[in-house]
């Protein structure tokens, strides 16, 4: 048992993008220490890419599990009662906008923030008149946040939603070995298309609600984890806290301080999506913007209690690779310090 605490930080984003930004808008990003930590890096690929599959991994479940996210999400959306009453399987059924490409079908980025609740009770409405005499029900969450009730089911194969933002969705649709899950899914656009909700709001000038994405179905519920703490990630953080059964922080007004006051004999998750946004919209200005506040904020502190040796430190790209760095030789440092060598994101993608 490592005497430091085990602080795995994970950087959604953070090199995916950089290679095509390169070739196409010339951009070479600046940064000093994520820069410097992964230079150092011994580098791992690792069987599971998407902060879903990252934290679900971290936790102790094994990479090729489908990720009970809608059962943990349910009850932080305080669903309970629903779950100990439904004994069959429930899956995240999360509002979307499909949109047509050339011969591709994208994930739109938008979140649907400006749907209100009664918009969402009157789609949900349309759906369960539509699929109650098969024994299925939606129900609303937080945040819209929708679910699906439906039969047990414990081959569901799903693409956490997250995953799919700005992408080609057709070799991601749900499957199960029992449930018409790709039927239930396209008579769900059918009659969202034609909803009257829906016609206004493109009339409006907003986005339609042409679909629904099913995602995060696991049964498994069992966590085999020595994750005493998580920092940031908004629900996702929640949730991971809420499988390992530990604390869970949103922020911290003293980044340095928190971390280093983490108990040693664990593991810690640190989670810094920030980039995400900015990378989905391609905002090279915003998403440089946000690395400098991520590394001042939460990168820099962490690097000096590593140099210190207070840390532990790993670094998950959330894309197949895990990083771990090593100490820093001090000539080195110095050395490069003199010839101005400084690290750079740009040679980790090429």
């Not at 349910?74 to 059924?93: F, M, N, W």
């Not at 098969?134 to 609303?140: A, V």
């Not at 649709?173 to 206004?200: R, V, Y």
Request: proline share 4%.
């Amino acid at each position: 048992m490592s005497n430091t605490p085990i602080l795995h930080i994970l950087i959604p984003d953070l090199l995916q993008a950089l290679k095509l930004w390169h070739q196409d808008f010339g951009f070479t990003p600046e940064s000093n220490n994520s820069a410097s930590l992964l230079s150092r890096s011994q580098r791992k690929q690792v069987p599971f890419s998407g902060l879903d599959a990252s934290l679900f991994s971290l936790l102790g479940f094994p990479a090729d599990t489908e990720l009970p996210i809608a059962h943990y999400r349910a009850k932080k959306d305080r669903l309970t009662p629903v779950l100990q009453e439904h004994k069959g399987a429930i899956l995240c059924a999360d509002p979307v906008h499909l949109k047509a490409g050339a011969s591709e079908i994208i994930m739109d980025t938008h979140t649907f923030g400006d749907l209100s609740a009664e918009e969402a009770d009157s789609l949900l409405a349309v759906l369960n008149q539509h699929f109650a005499e098969d024994g299925l029900q939606f129900i609303k969450g937080a945040s819209n946040r929708w679910y699906l009730l439906l039969d047990a089911d414990d081959s569901i194969r799903t693409t956490p939603l997250r995953d799919l933002r700005g992408k080609d969705i057709a070799k991601h649709l749900p499957q199960s070995d029992h449930i018409k899950l790709h039927t239930i899914q396209n008579e769900i656009q059918m009659l969202l298309h034609s909803a009257e909700l829906n016609q206004q709001r493109e009339q409006a000038g907003k986005l339609s609600v042409n679909s629904l994405w099913l995602w995060g179905g696991g049964s498994h519920l069992k966590a085999r984890t020595r994750v005493r703490s998580v920092i940031g990630g908004g629900i996702q953080g929640e949730i991971a806290a809420t499988v390992a059964e530990c604390r869970y922080l949103a922020s911290a007004i003293e980044p340095e301080e928190t971390l280093s006051q983490l108990p040693a004999g664990g593991h810690h998750l640190l989670i810094l999506d920030q980039l995400t946004a900015f990378a989905l919209q391609d905002d090279l200005e915003g998403w440089q913007q946000q690395l400098n506040k991520l590394e001042t904020t939460w990168l820099a502190p962490a690097e000096k209690l590593f140099n210190r040796g207070k840390l532990t430190l790993l670094l998950h790209d959330c894309n197949g690779s895990s990083f771990i760095p090593e100490k820093s030789n001090k000539l080195k440092q110095l050395w490069k310090v003199i010839t101005q060598d400084k690290p750079n994101l740009m040679e980790l993608v090429k």
